[in-house]
């Protein structure tokens, strides 16, 4: 084992489960305001519509946008050189996240990909990665494991497509997507030893992690067999809750519903 404090920080910022089973716009698991631009569009006859996705912990409606304090992030301009850099360096050394960008390298995205500031949120838009400018720059790295799933998701074909898909297999799509990005962001921080306060969930699961596989929190920054046992765990534990107990904060949905919904309106008659 390593001298690194596996998940001091983490302990430290764990939040007590929450007792309203819609999660605040805040720590909303998948963000749909952005989701609604990529539904709009399929419904609209976008056939590229499955190549935009604003995933993770966007801005809701409402929420703020960039402050004065951040004025120097304008929209759409790109982080520091050396700030990318440092970033694709920690997910390709992370053994959660460099599976990941392996295979974004394999499928032909390669790493040239930026990383830029949004108006509000993380999110992948088919070519680059945003992140929210208001964010803390600890959050970050959660922020782009997250969003690299869903572009190498989209490289090879994984995602959705509202159009072309069954309903059955459009949903399935839209979760298994969500989830894997989720836990894939889980694994990598446990093995880092760090906090999160916007990987929604991420909290809850440090408690359900400690309670249930101290085995495995002991060894995580172990990273290799026990970040992909703790992957696997969170995509279980994930799923549960975005079946029985996770709403949309938008629409007050299940998760699965409100994806269902999604596609019957794009193939009515």
Not at 114 to 125: L, N, V
Not at 151 to 171: C, L, P, Q, S, W
Not at 185 to 196: D, K, P, Q, R, V
Request: glycine share 8%.
């Amino acid at each position: 084992m390593s001298g690194k404090s596996t998940t001091q920080s983490a302990k430290d910022t764990a939040a007590k489960p929450a007792t309203a089973e819609q999660l605040p716009a805040q720590s909303d698991p998948q963000n749909l305001h952005g989701n609604a631009y990529l539904v709009e569009q399929a419904q609209m006859g976008d056939h590229d519509h499955h190549h935009h996705h604003h995933h993770h912990h966007a801005a809701e409606p409402g929420a703020r946008s960039s402050s004065a304090e951040n004025s120097n992030r304008q929209p759409n301009s790109e982080l520091p050189a050396e700030t990318q850099q440092s970033l694709k360096d920690q997910l390709q050394s992370n053994s959660a996240t460099e599976p990941v960008m392996r295979d974004i390298i394999t499928h032909g995205r390669g790493l040239a990909f930026k990383i830029r500031w949004s108006t509000g949120g993380g999110y992948y838009d088919g070519t680059d990665i945003f992140i929210d400018p208001n964010e803390p720059a600890n959050e970050w790295f959660g922020t782009m494991a997250h969003e690299i799933v869903h572009m190498r998701n989209d490289a090879i074909g994984k995602e959705g497509n509202i159009r072309t898909d069954t309903r059955e297999d459009y949903v399935r799509k839209q979760m298994e997507d969500e989830i894997e990005g989720q836990a894939i962001c889980f694994g990598a921080l446990i093995e880092e030893g760090t906090g999160s306060d916007s990987a929604a969930g991420y909290n809850r699961f440090l408690e359900w992690m400690r309670t249930n596989r101290s085995d495995l929190m002991e060894c995580a920054e172990d990273g290799g067999s026990t970040t992909t046992e703790i992957i696997e765990l969170a995509k279980t534990w994930l799923e549960d809750k975005y079946r029985n107990e996770w709403q949309t904060s938008t629409t007050g949905q299940n998760y699965y519903d409100y994806w269902g919904g999604a596609w019957d309106r794009a193939n009515q008659p």
